[in-house]
Structure formats: C-alpha cells, structure tokens
C-alpha cells in the first residue's frame, strides 16, 4: 500500500487525507495540536458517515477508510518511506517554509514534495529545500471529498516527472487534475478573488445589498454560490490573505483589497468558521441570514 502524509488536519487537511484514505492510500495526517488532530479525525469521520447515509460509500469502506490514517502530532523519521507529503498548513509563507525544511531533511530523496497553498509561489517554497525538481503545487477545492478539481502548480524547478507523477495521483483520486504555472494566484485565485473583492467593493459603495449582490451573480451567471456567500466559506482572513499575495506579486492596485474586507477581518468577522461574517450563522440554520451590519 503506497504511504502518503498530509501534514495540518484542518479543513483542507483532513479532506485531503479522507480522499486519499478512501482510495486506498496509506496516510499519515501530522499536526502539531492535538486538538486539531482529534477534530480532523472526527470531521472524516461525520463526513464517511453522510457518504454512507447517501448510499455512496458501505459501512465497511468507510471502517477501511479510517484504518488506513495514522494521526501523529510530529514530523519526523514515520514519514522516511512515504512517496508523497501534501502541505496543508495555514497560508503563510514562514510557516510553510519552516515545515518545507523539516520535510525535506526526514523524507527520502525520491518523495515529492507539495503544497495545497492557494497563491504561494511553489517556487519561493521549493527554495528553502535541496529537492526543488520534487516540489509541486497541488491546490484542492474544498469540500476536498466532493470538488474534482485540483490544480497542479508547477514551480521553475519541479520536473516533469514530477508534474507527471502528481497528474496520475491525481488522477487515481478521481479528481480532474490542471496544470498550471506558478504565479500570484495561479489560475483559481487570479480569477476568483478580485471577483469576490469587487463583490465587497459593490456592497461598500452602496450599490445593492448582500443577498442582491449573490442572487444576481448566482441567476444571471449561474454561479452555484454568490460571491458574497462564497467568502464566507473560504474565509475572509484567507481572501485577505490571497487578494495581498495578488497585490504584492504583480504590484498592481487593482488588487488591493477594499476596506470593508480589512475592516471585517480586523474585527474577527471572519464568515462561516467565526460564525458571522456577510451573512450570520449563528443559528445553526441552512438559511442564510444577512449579517445585522448589512442588512436593511
């Protein structure tokens, strides 16, 4: 059975060892808080449990499925024989550099490398290794169990065995693998989040409100989520994040983050995960609730 490892068991995490789990890699999934670790385990839990509920998976696969994850708090000599680490550590350079090094001095020669980083230039992290040819993007969609998408980021240096490598991965996971090259964004982002910061900008300026803004884009583009909603799910700290990186790389204003976005990470409104963000979820409802800040 081919070893993997997943390091960081948050939400994109613990998605990218369930679905490695369930195609019958062996994983390791690291984190250095235990109690994060224990929540990543029982959110692929809850979720095998929905796909056995749906009828898409058996209660067997499923018991198979968590068999094969080994949670540990540490890297460290376990990882030596795995073929592949997906990084899947907060969005933040020194943090996934300072790992990067750490994995590069315990894995073998021949384990790529890769990041589930959303803009970070791979090239940049593949930097701070003695292994740049083995180091790759392999940007999920979340939920990571559902999406088919995973972007395949090649940095200057990562070979094409290496890129090839990772397509098939890919590919074994039943997701639709694209390559792309390693610039502020890649393609995703590039695309996604001045979408979405216009979306704020439009909400700022006064020009309609929350659930007009996402219906529309939702009616009149056939988006499946408005971009207000959209944010919320991702994060606004992580749309902060992304739309600086855009900023930073190109040195182009059109990227800079409006000042209602600011605003709301400052004061930790943060969406879905903080419970409040353009919309309210406090209530544990399916219904979307305008946030009072916005709401007529």
């Known amino acids: 059975m081919e070893k993997i490892a997943v390091i960081g068991a948050g939400t994109m995490g613990n998605g990218i060892a369930h679905t490695f789990a369930q195609f019958g890699y062996s994983v390791f999934l690291v984190d250095v808080n235990e109690a994060s670790l224990q929540k990543g385990l029982a959110t692929i839990a809850k979720n095998l449990d929905r796909q056995v509920a749906k009828g898409q998976i058996t209660e067997e696969q499923k018991n198979e499925t968590l068999s094969r994850i080994t949670p540990q708090s540490q890297i460290d000599e376990t990882l030596t024989d795995v073929s592949l680490v997906v990084e899947a550590a907060s969005e933040n350079f020194e943090i996934k550099a300072s790992i990067f090094k750490q994995l590069d001095s315990v894995c073998n020669s021949n384990c790529i490398l890769a990041s589930n980083t959303s803009s970070i230039s791979i090239t940049r992290i593949a930097a701070v290794t003695k292994r740049p040819d083995k180091v790759i993007g392999m940007h999920f969609m979340n939920p990571v169990p559902v999406m088919k998408l995973v972007e395949v980021i090649n940095g200057y240096s990562t070979s094409t065995a290496t890129s090839e490598r990772v397509v098939a991965l890919s590919n074994s996971l039943a997701k639709i693998p694209v390559l792309v090259n390693d610039y502020p964004g890649f393609v995703a982002n590039k695309i996604l989040m001045p979408m979405i910061n216009e979306a704020i900008i439009t909400l700022q300026e006064g020009v309609a409100g929350v659930s007009e803004i ?14 207000l909603q959209l944010a919320d799910f ?9 739309l600086r990186v855009l900023q930073d790389g190109f040195g182009n204003p059109k990227y800079a983050p409006s000042p209602l976005l600011v605003n709301m990470v ?28 916005f709401a007529k």
């Open 234 to 242: 991702i994060g606004l700290d992580i749309c902060l994040s992304i």
């Open 214 to 227: 996402d219906t529309v884009m939702k009616l009149g583009m056939a988006h499946p989520m408005g971009p």
């Open 266 to 293: 400052t004061a930790g409104h943060l969406g879905v995960k903080t419970g409040i963000g353009f919309y309210d979820y406090s209530g544990g409802t399916r219904e979307l609730i305008v946030s009072k800040q």
